[in-house]
């Protein structure tokens, strides 16, 4: 059975920083991108952030690009979303990704298999 965990959300305010970590467990994600997706109140859940198995490759929103970035250890199964300058916009549930086999597959929602229960973050203004 596949696990992913996520920790690290909390209430901000507008302009601070939290970090996101996602632990997988019960295997591996060899050959396999990982990624966050979020969830705000009444809306659908949206592509944030994707990255693929070696790290080499990483894909962002739009609406995150140059605030937020995205990383993994694979020796630890982890993958992380290091979010800075925080807008009240950015309150969501965030969600870890994974079974995609490329970040731009994960970045389409194409082939994820697996979700994690979500952690929220509130951005006050």
């Known amino acids: 059975q596949v696990q992913l965990v996520e920790s690290g959300g909390g209430l901000v305010q507008a302009g601070g920083s939290l970090r996101l970590s996602c632990a997988a467990s019960?295997?591996?994600?060899?050959?396999?991108?990982m990624g966050w997706f979020r969830q705000a109140p009444g809306k659908e859940r949206e592509f944030v952030a994707a990255?693929?198995?070696?790290?080499?490759?990483?894909y962002y929103a739009d609406s995150v690009k140059g605030r937020f970035t995205i990383s993994r250890d694979n020796a630890k199964n982890t993958v992380g979303l290091q979010m800075n300058t925080l807008k009240p916009e950015d309150t969501a549930v965030y969600y870890c990704?994974?079974?995609?086999?490329?970040?731009?597959?994960?970045?389409?929602?194409?082939?994820?298999?697996?979700w994690g229960q979500g952690t929220l973050v509130t951005v006050s203004s």
């Open positions: 990704a994974a079974g995609a086999s490329t970040a731009q597959a994960m970045a389409k929602y194409y082939g994820i298999n697996d």
């Open positions: 019960g295997r591996t994600f060899s050959n396999k991108a």
């Open positions: 990255i693929s198995w070696s790290g080499s490759t990483t």
